[in-house]
């Protein structure tokens, strides 16, 4: 499933500040809870096409990974499964101003974030999961929120 970021506001149909409930209906997908953090809400895992949804305390919707067998937009662009050398390139000329670490990179200006597990040791390796967010998001956390 195509699956376009639009920044800071959903990926696809769901959108940012959504209920649980309402991403449940906008989907329309078998779903499943998981407990990813003990001091977080559960999340909601949509494994066909595999989306991730993380909510608040109100079970609001705050950000959205995805991985394969999704595909993730932005601009246009497919993010997963590219080499992680070739997105950081690409998003640099979009965003000067990424972040970038040894497990991927994080685009504020799009409220983008790159998974790659071996980000600057085998920078060649493909992009394994996106991460889409609202507006303080990331700023809330002290770590990469993936």
Known sequence: MRLSIEPYSG??????????????????????LIAKWSNAPPLDVFREPWVMVHY???DICEAVELAAPSIPLLLGQELLGRPFDEMRAWFEKQDPGIK???????????????????????????????????QGYYAERLICPF
């Open 56 to 58: 608040t305390a109100e």
């Open 11 to 32: 990926v696809g149909p769901i959108r940012f500040g959504m209920t649980r409930a309402q991403v449940r209906r906008a989907l329309n997908l078998d779903v499943e």
């Open 100 to 134: 970038v670490d040894g497990s991927g990179l994080t685009s504020m200006k799009f409220g983008v974030g790159l998974y790659a597990s071996g980000a600057l040791k085998t920078p060649h390796e493909p992009v394994e999961g996106v991460i889409a967010f609202r």
